[in-house]
């Protein structure tokens, strides 16, 4: 019993440490991306992801951080499933490296999809 | 310069709303930058999945550590939402302006109906959302319940997924009331649940959006520092503010949100 909750609580605790570190950090790099936009003077328009991290500079940055914010869920999700793991909860973990699974094939689907030509 | 300042500011009024009357925000970025700043709706509502995300994250960091969220149900109605949201991205790159612009109508109407009569008959609303700031550590630290008709609610799932996706909210119309009336899960543990699971949701749909171009980095970065700000300051006062006067408010805007964006699908705006 002790066992199970030592494993929920690892469990919860590092979810909610990634979830909180990584959305400052994500939120913090857009924040910069636009204080050296404004700095910069840049006025990018719209752009595909890739487009607009290859251009560099705050375009770049801002970039990174929306990917960021678009990749914490898998880091969270990365995380359960070690607490699964750790807890020895197979069914659990099968499901959360589906749902991986499906978000990195999404991912991956969006940036073929969108490659010109 | 002044344009910037006019989107981190409706980011702002967004977030704090939203997190006041426990939405979100995106119900309220989608229709400001369509109606407000002429952003194709494609576009707004990519935007609007990046902003869902970050206010879906900070409030879960709290939830979970607090023991609200369920973890485990999370990510299994979470496989029924990916999907939707996948298929809704997907969706959305394809149907014309008009017709999500009729669609997101649809849901603001239902939003405010939803919210209207919850306020008549003596709530104030849904449950707020709690955010990483309102939020106290004093849930259970292991959900004492037992959940049912699980393979009805990843059905429902895929359709608060589908929602997502297609109109750039966070889904939690749609997930609230399954975890909570469908499954038999307390309403806490409900609106913690959903809120862990619309940063998963939203992701899903981003992507799509983000590598087709249909988020503009200009644009997105005063929006999202502006809704996470607002969602900050809306936490934090969220306990001295009696929701009645403003759930009336809510209900009036977004009707008249709802009537514009109707004439923008039909063209007359």
Known sequence: MSGERGAYDWLRDGIALVLRVGTYVAIGIVGIGYAVGLLAGSGEGQRPLVDLIGAG?????????????????????????????RGGERGRLLTTLAVIGLLLVSLLAAAILARPG | MPLDLLLALSGLVAGAFGTLLGL?????????????FDVPVTAAVGTSLICVIATSTGGAAVNV???????????????????????GGVVAGLLPERILAALFALLLAYTAFTMGRGAIRGRS???????????????????????????????????????????GVGGGIVTVPLIHLLMGAPMRIAVATSNFMIGITAAAGAY???????????????????????????ARVSGRIRPGWLVALFVVVVLYVAFQMAMRAVGSS
């Open chain 2, 208 to 234: 799509a959006y983000l590598f087709r171009g249909d988020v503009d980095a200009a644009l997105a970065a005063p929006v999202v520092l502006g809704v996470a700000g607002g969602a900050a300051i809306g």
């Open chain 1, 57 to 85: 500079g705050a375009p770049a940055i801002i970039g990174a951080g929306l990917l960021g914010l678009t990749l914490l869920p898998v880091a969270v999700l990365a995380a359960a499933g070690i607490g699964f793991a």
């Open chain 2, 65 to 87: 550590r607090a023991g609200r969220a369920d973890v485990r149900l999370g990510i299994m109605l979470g496989a029924g939402t990916v999907v939707g949201a996948l298929t």
């Open chain 2, 24 to 36: 979100g925000g995106g119900i309220l970025i989608v229709p400001i930058l369509t109606l407000g």
């Open chain 2, 125 to 167: 609303g849904p449950s707020p959302e709690p955010t990483m700031e309102a939020a106290t550590p004093d849930g259970p630290s292991e959900p004492a319940y037992r959940f049912r008709r699980l393979p009805a609610a990843v059905g429902g799932s895929f359709v608060a997924g589908n929602v997502s996706g297609l109109l």
